[in-house]
């Protein structure tokens, strides 16, 4: 199957600071990607659709200046953690869909960022 | 609005027996369902959609619009079937994920 990484895998950094997580599509195009925040233990929820050369949508309640969401290519989206804190600390995970072969529509997850703000 | 709930947060069963894991979900529309695994240090996967109809290792989901259910079963547990299982909503591109079963299968 088609294959999306996420880099890096862990981060910690301190409060205040900006981080940045990048998701890519290795072996396919993705003109939508999508980023979901777990705490632990629980669900996976959707934070925000990335769409390739335009705004990415949000979902209720999370902040878009918070969470800048840039998808400059069809194989790269990144999520940019801007001034940290310690309640941003989570697992974050992206998500892109094939749109060829064999697994056309199916949806791909990369392995995951773990996020700690000090 | 969407939701997806997964009663068990943790199952548990010997090799051999017989696995369900429930899913009830409330939509308005024409729901499109998925079950996803996880396996111990690897990524979220795809095991199976109600469209397909299909059955992978050994595991089916039957989709029951009456009682809003999408369980998924399997007749005889394996080892190797443990793992933490979602079961998933879509509406359009946008998936909504039950909190997760983590299945244990004991030899």
């Known amino acids: 199957g088609a294959v999306v990484s996420q880099h890096p895998s862990r981060v910690i950094c301190k409060s205040g600071t900006s981080v940045k997580i990048e998701c890519r599509s290795l072996?396919?195009?993705?003109?939508?990607m999508f980023w979901y925040r777990q705490f632990p233990k629980k669900s996976l929820m959707l934070m925000a659709t990335?769409?390739?050369?335009?705004?990415?949508?949000?979902e209720q309640g999370v902040e878009k200046d918070k969470f800048l969401i840039n998808h400059a290519s069809l194989t790269l989206s990144t999520l940019t953690v801007t001034s940290a804190h310690p309640e941003d600390s989570s697992f974050y995970i992206c998500?892109?869909?094939?749109?060829?072969?064999?697994?056309?529509?199916?949806?791909?997850f990369g392995e995951g960022s773990r996020l700690t703000v000090l | 609005a969407q939701r997806v709930t997964q009663p068990e947060k943790l199952l548990s069963v010997f090799k051999g027996a017989p696995v369900e894991l429930k899913c009830n979900y409330s939509?308005?529309?024409?729901?499109?369902l998925f079950w996803y695994v996880q396996y111990s240090r690897q990524r979220l996967q795809l095991l199976l959609r109600?469209?397909s109809r299909e059955s992978i290792k050994g595991f089916t989901a039957d989709l029951n619009k009456g009682e809003t259910s999408f369980h998924l079963k399997k007749p005889f547990a394996q080892e190797e079937d443990s793992a933490m299982y979602y079961c998933?909503?879509?509406?359009?591109?946008?998936?909504?994920f039950g909190e997760g079963t983590q299945l244990t299968v004991n030899p």
């Open positions: 109600h469209i």
């Open positions: 990335s769409n390739e050369g335009s705004k990415a949508t949000y």
């Open positions: 939509y308005s529309g024409s729901p499109e």
């Open positions: 072996d396919f195009q993705a003109t939508t």
């Open positions: 998933a909503l879509s509406r359009g591109s946008r998936l909504t």
């Open positions: 998500s892109a869909r094939s749109t060829g072969g064999r697994s056309t529509g199916e949806l791909f």
